[in-house]
T-cell receptor, first 113, second 111 residues
Framework: GESVGLHLPTLSVQEGDNSIINCAYS??????FIWYKQESGKGPQFIID?????DKRQGQRVTVLLNKTVKHLSLQIAATQPGDSAVYFC????????????FGTGTKLQVIP | DVKVTQSSRYLVKRTGEKVFLECVQD?????MFWYRQDPGLGLRLIYF???????EKGDIPEGYSVSREKKERFSLILESASTNQTSMYLC??????????FGPGTRLTVL
């Protein structure tokens, strides 16, 4: 909701520039990673995912990079638009069993027109 | 498109009331989840269910219970609402551990 963006790190980007949102994950055994976008007043929305056997995956205007060595995930948004303004969460899923998903606290992206 | 619906967008209840939050998904997903979202704390898992009549505690189950009598429906119950349960509640569903699809959320205020 509207209060989701409070207390979060904020990335301000000029419209048309590329955005890079970073995420450090904690579990070296995680085998699946997801990026979500949450606009004000809405539930999180799936953007893109990547499995641990990949380093890079591209979607429409978005690219996810995975560096397992340093347990780092990034989301790149090309030609950022005002509609990209939102809170972005990464999520990691542990391997085996139920495969619990752990969400990061999020980064707020502000696009400056 | 997957659709996850929640019974209410906004809800105001009084301390001590029993509260039911309903969630329905239309994609035949096995897994369903209830989270609460608070500023600075992110999404915290309350309960999840991986099949009808099955439930597992998440990270913060105290003060909550759940019910899953049908595959498409997962209910969150606050037996006796307290002010510290004021929050945004998000329901999600997924297929076999894949990405979760979220509902729009219910903003619950307990007075």
């Amino acid at each position: 909701g509207e209060s989701v963006g409070l207390h979060l790190p904020t990335l301000s980007v000029q419209e048309g520039d590329n955005s890079i949102i970073n995420c450090a994950y904690s579990n070296s055994a995680s085998d699946y990673f997801i990026w979500y976008k949450q606009e004000s007043g809405k539930g999180p929305q799936f953007i893109i995912d990547i499995r641990s056997n990949m380093d890079k995956r591209q979607g429409q205007r978005v690219t996810v990079l995975l560096n397992k060595t340093v347990k780092h995930l990034s989301l790149q948004i090309a030609a950022t638009q005002p509609g990209d303004s939102a809170v972005y969460f990464c999520a990691e899923r542990g391997s085996g069993g139920y495969q619990k998903v752990t969400f990061g606290t999020g980064t707020k992206l502000q696009v400056i027109p | 498109d997957v659709k996850v619906t929640q019974s209410s967008r906004y809800l105001v209840k009084r301390t001590g009331e029993k509260v039911f939050l309903e969630c329905v998904q239309d994609m035949d997903h096995e897994n369903m989840f209830w989270y609460r979202q608070d500023p600075g704390l992110g999404l915290r898992l309350i309960y999840f269910s991986y099949d009808v009549k099955m439930k597992e505690k998440g990270d913060i189950p105290e003060g909550y219970s759940v019910s899953r009598e049908k595959k498409e429906r997962f209910s969150l119950i606050l037996e006796s609402a307290s002010t510290n349960q004021t929050s945004m509640y998000l329901c999600a569903s997924s297929f076999l551990g894949r990405e979760q699809f979220f509902g729009p959320g219910t903003r619950l205020t307990v007075l």
